[in-house]
């Protein structure tokens, strides 16, 4: 079923193949699934579920039999140590931090109206905490695990940063027509968080502690406010200025927040990269 040859093969057949086994793989399973049971979103969690649990099983016979990559998760950056949960602490933490720190300038600037938890506090907290680290943590293992992998084999570091994010946003925009076009303005927000997300792994030294702790961050912060509606708009401002569907990174604040990380994340980069060549030639 797999052979070592696919490896050294350029990036579209080596993706050809693997989506196309996954999808030899689910859609026997899916078919029933959505065809059988009636409620779309039921249909939908469980086929998305098992989706990404054969992509799970994939991607170890992947990395192992095409790569020979005896622990594929652990070559992927995904490692259960101290040193990469801090750095995913450190992740979650700051964009926590940074979400929170855009609302209180958007209700500043009066754009935004403050109200309160309309669900309980702490219940709230633990659900947004687990979708974000949920969310983070398959993606990140999807976008900038293995697919970050399979452009490095074939691209340079800057233009497989450019294709990670380009690709992430428009997986992201798989959505009937007339959707896609109203929520347009978000595709740029997706592209720049693409980009942070896959700058992060660069500077966690290839673990993904930092990418699933933003990531994870980001969609706590936008799950809490929202489920909780924490703030709302004020009257008579346009989404581009607040967000399309109140997610913060698709309004112009947002999307200088993320254009500002990618600078200083590229700036930090290199910095150390030329610190790091330093401490070579002393040694």
């Given at each position: 079923?797999?052979?070592?040859?696919?490896?050294?093969?350029?990036?579209?057949?080596?993706?050809?193949?693997?989506?196309?086994?996954?999808?030899?793989?689910?859609?026997?399973?899916?078919?029933?699934?959505?065809?059988?049971?009636?409620?779309?979103?039921?249909?939908?969690?469980?086929?998305?579920?098992?989706?990404?649990?054969?992509?799970?099983?994939?991607?170890?016979l992947w990395g192992s039999r095409?790569?020979?990559?005896?622990?594929?998760?652990?070559?992927?950056?995904?490692?259960?140590?101290?040193?990469?949960?801090?750095?995913?602490?450190?992740?979650?933490?700051?964009?926590?931090?940074?979400?929170?720190?855009?609302?209180?300038?958007?209700?500043?600037l009066g754009w935004l109206i403050w109200q309160g938890?309309?669900?309980?506090?702490?219940?709230?907290?633990?659900?947004?905490?687990?979708?974000?680290?949920?969310?983070?943590?398959?993606?990140?293992?999807?976008?900038?695990?293995?697919?970050?992998?399979?452009l490095r084999r074939d691209y340079s570091q800057s233009r497989a940063i450019a294709l990670n994010g380009v690709v992430f946003a428009l997986l992201h925009f798989i959505k009937p027509l007339p959707e896609i076009l109203r929520t347009a303005p978000q595709f740029f927000g997706l592209v720049l968080l693409g980009v942070v997300l896959a700058q992060l792994k660069l500077r966690g030294d290839g673990r993904l502690g930092y990418p699933i702790g933003f990531h994870g961050g980001l969609v706590a912060a936008y799950y809490g406010v929202n489920v909780g509606q924490v703030w709302k708009p004020a009257e008579d401002l346009p989404t581009w200025i607040t967000g399309i569907d109140g997610n913060p990174l698709a309004g112009v604040?947002?999307?200088?927040?993320?254009?500002g990380i990618v600078i200083a994340s590229r700036v930090t980069t290199g910095s150390q990269r030329t610190q790091s060549r330093g401490e070579e030639r002393r040694f």
């Open positions: 079923m797999f052979r070592k040859s696919w490896g050294d093969r350029p990036l579209l057949g080596r993706l050809s193949r693997f989506v196309g086994l996954l999808l030899l793989l689910w859609l026997p399973v899916a078919i029933p699934i959505y065809g059988l049971i009636e409620d779309s979103n039921t249909a939908s969690i469980l086929g998305t579920g098992i989706l990404y649990l054969l992509f799970l099983v994939l991607l170890k095409v790569y020979g990559e005896p622990r594929v998760f652990s070559y992927y950056g995904l490692d259960w140590t101290a040193r990469n949960g801090w750095e995913f602490l450190g992740g979650l933490l700051g964009a926590i931090a940074a979400i929170l720190v855009l609302f209180l300038v958007q209700v500043a938890p309309q669900v309980p506090l702490v219940s709230l907290v633990l659900e947004a905490v687990l979708v974000g680290v949920a969310i983070g943590i398959a993606e990140e293992l999807l976008f900038r695990g293995w697919f970050w992998d399979e604040l947002g999307l200088l927040l993320l254009l």
